[in-house]
């Protein structure tokens, strides 16, 4: 089990955990099944706003590296041999539903609640979203969710098909079925779920590359930065907490 744990701000990434997240989903590559989760009441409020992904020059050069970054754990997640199961039981945001939802199996919790807000604060996504969404929702749902940013509660996600279950323990509940996936044959888990990736999504870099395109662009906008800060100061609101991040 994998445990994003920045619980006091509710998992949000910083270039340490991130760092640390990527290294450790290549350390596990061989397992018979991983499990993802959040410590906390969070799953993953995604970027953390009050810090950077580009904390030595705060330059564009070191920021497109965190996206590269945030998207291995796309390439990590999709690519690993064995199923991926996470467990949602609270807050996933923008980068942190990404991760949330490239999972093989999402179990979300009766507090899970997850949004894309990105485009509402001047941001884009950079984990791959823009491709694999509109294959779990169909198109205009996925335009609809990623260009409002709204919320989505747990029985509503089940029903677009973000979650696979819904379970009043995820955790146990992602630890259970990861115990099930992994005693069965390990050849066939990883040629199924290749086959399926490849059918899909076939053009998932040139989705990626796009992305980091897309999201260096935005990022570059003076009104960036203003966004930000009405969106982090907006949401206090509805998490309770001192960071809340795309």
Not at 212 to 238: K, W
């Amino acid at each position: 089990m994998l445990t994003l744990n920045r619980p006091h701000a509710l998992n949000a990434l910083n270039t340490d955990l991130l760092t640390n997240f990527v290294g450790a989903l290549r350390a596990v590559q061989d397992a018979g099944a991983i499990v993802v989760q959040g410590a906390g009441r969070a799953f993953c409020a995604g970027e953390d706003l009050n810090e950077t992904l580009a904390p030595k020059t705060g330059s564009a050069e070191e920021l497109r590296v965190a996206f590269h970054q945030l998207q291995d754990l796309t390439r990590l997640m999709t690519g690993a041999p064995c199923p991926v199961v996470s467990a949602v039981q609270g807050y996933a945001i923008g980068g942190g539903a990404e991760i949330a939802l490239t999972a093989d199996f999402v179990v979300g919790g009766p507090q899970a609640r997850l949004k894309f807000p990105e485009a509402v604060i001047g941001h884009a996504p950079t984990g791959g979203i823009t491709a694999r969404l509109p294959l779990m929702v169909g198109l205009l749902r996925a335009k609809e969710l990623l260009l409002t940013g709204r919320w989505v509660d747990p029985v509503e996600g089940l029903e677009l098909g973000l979650y696979t279950e819904l379970h009043d323990d995820p955790q146990a509940r992602a630890l259970e079925l990861a115990a099930q996936l992994s005693s069965y044959p390990r050849r066939s888990q990883t040629a199924v779920k290749r086959a399926i990736e490849v059918a899909l999504v076939p053009q998932q870099e040139t989705y990626l590359q796009l992305e980091v395109e897309l999201a260096s662009h935005c990022f570059a906008s003076a009104e960036t930065a203003e966004s930000f800060v009405a969106f982090r100061n907006r949401d206090r609101a509805d998490t309770g907490a001192s960071t809340t991040s795309p």
